[in-house]
């Protein structure tokens, strides 16, 4: 039983960053209209400006969760200026397709350079060691992922679905030339939306970066898992995304624990499942 | 009618003894095929590096001076047998390649085995660990350079087993190298006095340990045995750190480790782990030298693994043995056999042999990952601890199982 409530926290660990990723995407399909199948590689890049900043920049862990996302923001905000908003209107496929050439683009380049097994990154020593709480030795960094990505998340959830400007970019996505005729500069406000999912991604991998290796591919991994995630809570939806995120982690970490083998096969089990019987996701809506 | 057929005759003579001719000026023609994960999680152990390696064996081989022409190609298997078994059918059939070197993954590689033998071709592996070729499933083709689970078992775990770590427990990536490595670690830890408890099976190139790693400190083992490589390696050692499993009393025993894992871990998160390994470039004067040509030419500027010393050490000894044939490469069974009759020596690994089952026997060592303090600047991270003598580090030809030996 105790091994059992570790598993479970070692699931909600890992449902952070499932969250984390598939909200920034849900937010740019839900927006943009765009699959991103980039998002893994700005994940990426997230981490490794962390690396950057620290061994070029002097500059710690703490600096790198406010100016990776930033920088590998812009760095979003510029595909999209100059490559993306040629997509507009048109189906599906054209965005999957450029944006999955740009991952390969960004992790061949990184790849070419640092190679594949990675770069080390501590952890900060405030967040250093860990305590016992009697069923599992847990570690300080890893609690403080979990409750970071929630707030990060409901912050995230509470800015589109509570305020005005959230209001301003729901309309704008279901008609974009009456929002205009009221005088809201909706390209911009789209090159924002997608600044701010490709932000949250590169937050996600600075945060990821003292826990696992910095590596060119460490997206490539984790980017299809993520996008059965936001299938299962059904594309576009924010809320749906962030629950599925954690209650996958969670699924995931059980079936480490009861049947190995298939852990990583369990979350597409899942989206069979749920596309059998829900096409639209748990918390999608029939268009 | 008559004068025509004897035209036609002679035409076909002539094309026939033109088409001989063509074959014996092709004689010293060689094409060389280096197989390997190029971007996954066994890239910087294999990859491009042992296609420098591979590079470097033959422009120091000196042969191309005496009128041979050697062609190399490299291929990316991406980790899964049947496009390495179809790159080596390839290869093989359309570009002629005769023989293929390295082969990372022993999944792939025991793919790849069994077509080299079906075509007559030839493996020079050093990326693979699994000792299954040299045993059940050796071949005439195939030749097994720089390590196996063999002997990282007898090395690493004898050695842990014999230091007081007499209670195991695996994780354990679940493919073929994993099974390989704990079946034959579990036999060494058993022959030392030792138990295992138990094990997890994870899938290869798994970034999140945690799980299994909570199952490990579940089950109080004083050892706990990575039967992984590579980025699965890397990060569960990284993340054991994390889950205090060293300071709760638990040794991790790194069962295959290369010096491009211990360089992205860092020395912080390395330092005294131990391992087995068969090469590091600061040996001697001949390992250190052939190391910088190495690093100045690799894009990354990493020093060798011991598989990229495998790769250069297996190609030399291939060229001296192609010299000593006269030329006719093409029969890959025939080549293998001489090889095999002749002794290696070359920088790297020194003298040696290799054994009628395909092994090649040479030194292996017992190393421990230095302290931060103690490394004098970037890739000094090697204390030798023990050298394992040749006849030690592999199996026994008494025991091992290949059917080759039962003539």
């Known amino acids: 039983m105790q091994a059992l409530y570790a598993q479970l926290l070692v699931g909600l660990i890992n449902g952070s960053f499932y969250a984390l990723l598939s909200l920034g995407l849900a937010v740019i399909f839900g927006m943009l209209n765009i699959i991103n199948f980039a998002h893994g590689a700005l994940y990426m890049m997230g981490a490794f400006c962390a690396y950057f900043l620290l061994n070029l920049g002097g500059l710690g862990y703490w600096w790198a969760l406010i100016i990776a996302p930033i920088i590998v923001g812009i760095f979003g905000m510029i595909l999209e200026r100059t490559l993306l908003k040629w997509l507009t209107g048109l189906d599906h496929l054209y965005g999957l397709l450029l944006t999955f050439g740009i991952a390969l683009i960004v992790q061949g380049i990184f790849q070419n350079y640092f190679g594949s097994s990675g770069l080390p990154y501590a952890i900060p020593d405030e967040l250093k060691g860990g305590t016992n709480l009697g069923f599992m030795f847990l570690p300080i960094y890893r609690g403080w992922v979990v409750i970071f990505s929630l707030v990060v998340c409901i912050a995230t959830w509470f800015l589109i679905e509570k305020t005005r400007l959230g209001a301003y970019l729901r309309a704008a996505t279901e008609n974009p030339t009456l929002v205009r005729a009221f005088g809201i500069n909706v390209p911009r406000m789209i090159t924002l939306t997608y600044g701010l999912g490709v932000g949250l991604a590169a937050l996600a991998g600075v945060l990821s970066a003292p826990i696992n290796q910095v590596r060119p591919l460490m997206g490539a991994d984790l980017i299809i898992v993520v996008f059965a995630v936001v299938v299962i809570g059904g594309m576009g939806s924010i809320m749906g995304s962030i629950l599925t995120g954690f209650a996958l982690g969670v699924i995931e970490g059980l079936t480490k624990y009861f049947y190995p083998e298939a852990s990583n096969t369990v979350v597409f089990v899942l989206m069979v499942l749920v596309l059998l019987v829900k096409p639209t996701g748990l918390t999608g809506r029939a268009t | ?407």
């Not at chain 2, 390649?97 to 793919?111: C, F, K, Q, T, Y």
């Not at chain 2, 007081?164 to 099974?179: E, I, P, S």
């Not at chain 2, 025993?253 to 912080?268: E, P, Q, W």
């Open chain 2, 1 to 407: 009618m008559k004068t025509r057929f004897i035209a036609s005759l002679l035409l076909t003579t002539a094309l026939t003894v033109a088409a001989a001719g063509h074959a014996s000026a092709d004689d010293k023609v060689v094409k060389i095929g280096s197989l390997s994960d190029q971007s996954g999680l066994y890239a910087d152990l294999g990859g491009p590096g042992s296609t420098l390696a591979a590079q470097m064996a033959i422009e120091d081989s000196g042969l191309t001076g005496k009128g041979w022409k050697i062609d190399l190609i490299s291929g990316d298997h991406q980790n899964k047998p049947d496009v390495g078994a179809n790159l080596a059918r390839q290869w093989i059939d359309v570009d002629k390649v005769d023989a293929i070197v390295d082969v990372p993954n022993s999944g792939v590689a025991l793919a790849v085995n069994n077509v080299v033998k079906e075509k007559n071709s030839i493996m020079l592996n050093s990326g693979a660990g699994t000792s299954d070729l040299t045993n059940a499933q050796c071949t005439p083709n195939t030749i097994h350079w720089t390590y196996d689970t063999y002997t990282l078992a007898h090395g690493t775990g004898s050695a842990l087993a014999k230091a007081g770590g007499d209670t195991w427990f695996f994780l354990t990536a679940d493919y073929a190298f994993g099974a390989a490595i704990e079946r034959d670690t579990t036999a060494a830890v058993e022959a030392a006095g030792g138990k295992v408890l138990g094990g997890v099976k994870h899938p290869l190139n798994t970034s999140d340990f945690s799980s299994f790693l909570l199952q490990a400190q579940a089950s109080k083992a004083k050892v706990i045995g990575l039967a992984n490589a590579g980025g699965d390696s890397t990060n569960a050692i990284k993340q054991a750190a994390e889950f205090g499993i060293s300071s709760g009393g638990q040794k991790l025993a790194a069962l295959l480790l290369f010096i491009t894992d211990v360089h992205s871990l860092g020395l912080n998160t390395a330092q005294g782990l131990s391992f087995t390994e068969t090469f590091y470039w600061d040996t001697n004067d001949q390992t250190r030298a052939f190391s910088k040509r190495f690093q100045e030419r690799m894009k990354n500027h990493s020093m060798p693994t011991m598989v990229h010393a495998g790769v250069y050490a297996s190609l030399l000894h291939y060229f001296k043995t192609l010299e000593a044939l006269g030329g006719n490469p093409h029969d890959g069974a025939k080549v293998v056999a001489k090889m095999k009759e002749l002794p290696t020596d070359d920088p790297l690994f020194g003298k040696g042999s290799i054994e009628p089952n395909g092994r090649t026997i040479h030194p292996a060592y017992l190393f421990e990952v230095k302290k931060p303090a103690e490394s004098k600047g970037p890739w000094d991270y090697y204390k030798l601890v023990a050298t394992i003598p040749a006849n030690e580090a592999f199996t026994p030809l008494d025991k091992s199982t290949c059917p080759l030996l039962k003539k």
